[in-house]
């Protein structure tokens, strides 16, 4: 890195605060054995060496630290670029330093595939000190291939043999720290003697539960886009002639959304569980928002702002129902790429189901059009390319049409839209999610200290200050249950959705009315590296409606 700003070369010199228990020496306390959240018949015969291991709290000991062996250590990025994986890798690395100077970290390179190629880097202190406290995955790189064959295993164990390495950290989300937890039970039963240990990573904010509070990376990415989000919002507040539609990332949880909504209060905030739990269709979500425009437009307001979760479509069933179809009609349909648009579009048609035909036939004519153009490499419609903040945009435009010939709206409709998600996942962490990350690796030091396999390194407590964070390790097994996957019935870590009965989605709810008929944005600003800690230090708000009575 030859050219660097001035904030990175003086957020290189920012150290991570540590929990005061992972400064020094530690003791591991074990717990009592565990069990998987659900079926644990299941887990259990699928995991017979790592089932059931006791949770792993660390406390401070004054012992000296019993002289450690020399370990090495390889690690990967997997998935989604989220921040704060730097900073992992260098707790990881200063903690295993601190354990024994000999010890050495590796790198694989591009995710899962490195292990599996063989294609590595050792970190030295100089790469991991130009990488501390910035954003991006770049040290290493990352990828999206799923570790979860024996035959990529057994090439992976080859090069960990030859460089000696005798544990194994992951940095993903739900399904890497799913396959995380396989090898480790495939190590292990086979005798390989590699600890595998994983961490908690996503920005979509999906992989929580009772033993991990937040993925990494969550905080640093709702701060960049709140902070956007904010800006349109005031923007939207000076020349009052905009509606503004706002795609946020998030595969499939409306955790970004939620939080992005609690950080700027703007007029509309689709939370796709909700919109699933109340079986709405997207005419009704349509009419939800154009009646917002209306009540606004009636009172002089003729601007707002709409956040747009990524994953909305597949929440609304009678879409959800529509692409099913589509994805079984189009899989035995194979020389359905050869037709021209037209004939695409008709032959979808008529072969739908009446329902799902006329799904299909509402939506703009764009939409439907992308839906049978493009499917990715397992032949399935793509989602994602859907724009939907377009799509709303168009329909809202539509309705407000018809309401007006009904004399139930009167004003003036004109839409900008946006998407955003890679702006905010290489962003340099907050000091929340660098303190969180840097402690994570540590943690995972720690853990790889004590001789645990098939753990995720847990930080928690996390609404404290960061001194006052515990630290240990969960099973993986604990976080999982069985899901059908290609249909077959599989192990997995629980993903987390939005709960619309815990406090967070409660508290929005309680708001968003006024929000809706009122103009009532916050403007949160950029994220900020220096200063009094109640501006730099704060975790997201979700956990602290989680974990205050605030
Ligand atoms: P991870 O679950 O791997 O962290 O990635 C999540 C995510 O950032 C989603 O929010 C988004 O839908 C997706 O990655 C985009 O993937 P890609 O980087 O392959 O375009």
New binding site residues.
Partial sequence: MANKSVLQQLRADYQPKLPEVLRGPVRAVMGTPTESVADQDDIKRIFPCTYGQPQITFEKTDAPAAPSPVTNVGVILS????PGGHNVISGLFDGLKAMNPANKLYGFLMGPDGLVNHEYKELTADIIDEYRNTGGFDIIGSG?TKLDKVEQFEKGRIILEQLNISALVII??DDSNTNAAILAEYYKANNVPVQVIGCP????GDLKNEFIETSFGFDTATKVYAEVIGNIERDCNSAKKYWHFIKL???SASHITLECGLQTQPNVCIISEEVEAKNMTLNDLVNDIAQVVADRAARGMNYGTVLVP?GLIEFIPAFRKLINEMNLMLANHTTFGQLYADERREYVISHLSNDSALVFMRLPLSVSRQLTLDRDSHGNVQL?LVETEKMLAEMVRKRLIEMKMDGKYNGKFAAQTHFF?YEG?CAAPSNFDADYCYALGYNAAHLVGCGATGYMSSVRGLTKPSTEWVAGGFPITMMMNMEVRNAEKKPVIKKALVDLEARPFKAFAAMRDKWAHDTCYIYPGPIQYFGPAEVCDQPPRTLYYEQTQE
């Fill in positions: 998935g989604g670029q989220a999206r993903g989300g990573k996503t920005i979509d990332m998030g595969r990524e994602s998600g996942r």
